[in-house]
């Protein structure tokens, strides 16, 4: 059984992952040369306040050993927000293919990697705990899938893209 000590470590952890993935995306912001890329930045930060928010709440609970519900905590503000439209996509790529955008290729690779460790993170915790606990670690999973399925998109797009270019002039 997962005391609320357990539960206080795991949402410590996650608490402090995911203000590094947002310092990382801040710091990465200043480095994107797509004005599509810097916007699609701008909301994932937006949302990842939110994660923080949401998981700051539950520690909040935890250390005064209250319960929580999910319902409690703005669950419905955590929906995943569409980053790029389908124009903002093809104008994306397309400025991709016209400009050298290596830097912007590598931070949306190390972003996947954040995210992807992330989603397993929480996927892994949520197996190992119960009732609200493992609702919370559950929710935080798809949403941070659905970061990582945008960043894996993308890095495997502008791989693709690079893979094709004739290098040398």
Known sequence: MVTNQDLIK??????????????????SLQRMANG????????LIQEEEKHIVFISKILENLHNKQSFTTAGL?????????????????????ECVEGSMVPDVTVFNTAWLIEKDLSEYY?????RTEGEAKN????????????EKFFREYRDKLSEVYSRMPWGG
């Open 10 to 27: 795991i949402f410590e952890y996650a608490l402090n992952q995911e203000r590094t993935g947002k310092s990382f995306f801040e710091v």
């Open 36 to 43: 599509a890329a810097v916007n699609a930045f701008k909301r």
């Open 74 to 94: 703005g669950v419905e503000a955590m929906e995943p927000t569409n980053y790029f439209d389908e124009r903002a996509k093809s104008e994306f790529l397309q």
């Open 123 to 127: 996927e892994k915790m949520a197996a």
């Open 136 to 147: 919370a670690l559950g929710m935080l999973s798809n949403w941070e899938k659905g970061h």
